[in-house]
């Protein structure tokens, strides 16, 4: 299939893995991209000089296009945005934040630049500065959220901007592909069913609470204080929101998370842990390849809106 992100991104497929952090390393960006879409290798919060090591492995895995997510509120921001540079990068995304002090040097590196938006007048604001596409990200997604759907945020950021969209948030399947092409989207970014994939890095505890979680299963905690983050719920979902209704403090309720996703990817804790995950948790029934994933959604696709319309 062949889009204005496909063409600008040099992948077969439009379809680019979220750069979830912990989760986002370079086994999953190689398989995606080998499959056809873009892989993401995720900065989160790790210094530059882990993700040049990451960005390094993934080369001996794959010869195709992949990026990084550099996550411009970590205290390594400025040492990713140097080392994507360095290593010759040839995608950016960014996100929980504002990327203009980067862009030029990443512009002059010839590298292509895809902001995370949640509003009409971030998406303008990145067009301006010289973005080469947008990421429209919906409230349906796991992790950081924003406040708009989905289904309202993509149209109106594709009748905002002129360079292309990429939609994101409850896409799980073809139909979730097809619905994003008609609200104007001319590619699509997937997080939570790449976790399950089989060359995710991730614990098994984690991939089975997804596997097996109910349309009802999804929290968002944090909204007393304005950074509001979804995940499945658990004992420490529950605790947090205890603790908010009762007025805790910021500082005092991060102190509750802090380490807790790592504690859910890596060591499996899916209690006490951070299980960030979207609201398509509660489609995802099984664990398949990144090539598995990404044929199956497409063929799905092509099947529901015509190959006419896609081309």
Avoid at 252 to 280: C, F, N, S
Wanted: glycine share 12%; with cysteine.
């Amino acid at each position: 299939m062949e889009t204005r992100v496909t063409k600008l991104l040099g992948i077969s497929c439009p379809i680019i893995q979220g750069g979830m952090a912990w989760v986002a390393e370079h086994h999953l960006a190689a398989a995606v991209s080998e499959a056809g879409g873009l892989g993401l290798i995720g900065g989160a919060n790790a210094p530059g000089e882990v993700v040049r090591q990451e960005i390094r492995k993934a080369k001996q895995l794959t010869d195709k296009p992949f990026g990084v997510n550099v996550m411009l509120m970590s205290p390594y921001a400025e040492e990713v945005a140097k080392v994507v540079v360095e290593e010759g990068i040839s995608v950016v995304t960014t996100g929980a934040g504002n990327p203009e002090r980067y862009m030029d040097a990443w512009k002059r590196a010839g590298i292509k630049v895809i902001p995370v938006v949640a509003s009409v007048a971030l998406a303008r604001r990145m067009e301006k500065y010289g973005a080469d596409a947008v990421v429209a990200e919906g409230y349906e997604s796991g992790g950081h959220i924003g406040e708009q759907t989905t289904m309202t945020l993509v149209p109106q950021v594709a009748d905002a901007v002129s360079i292309p969209v990429i939609a994101a948030g409850g896409i799980g399947d073809g139909r979730g592909v097809a619905a994003s092409f008609m609200l104007g989207a001319e590619a699509v970014q997937i997080g939570t069913r790449f976790v399950v994939s089989k060359e995710a890095v991730v614990h098994e505890n984690y991939k089975q609470r997804i596997i097996k979680a109910k349309d009802i299963d999804s929290a968002v905690t944090g909204r007393s204080h304005g950074h509001p983050v979804r995940c499945l719920r658990n004992k420490m979902t529950r605790e947090y929101v205890k603790l908010e209704q009762e007025g805790k403090t910021f500082e005092e309720l991060e102190y509750l998370t802090l380490g807790a996703l790592r504690k859910a990817v890596q060591e499996g804790d899916v209690d006490l842990g951070t299980v960030m995950a979207g609201q398509v948790a509660g489609m995802i029934t099984k664990e398949q390849t990144c090539k598995e994933i990404i044929g199956e959604m497409m063929d799905q696709a092509f099947e529901l809106m015509g190959r006419g319309m896609l081309r």
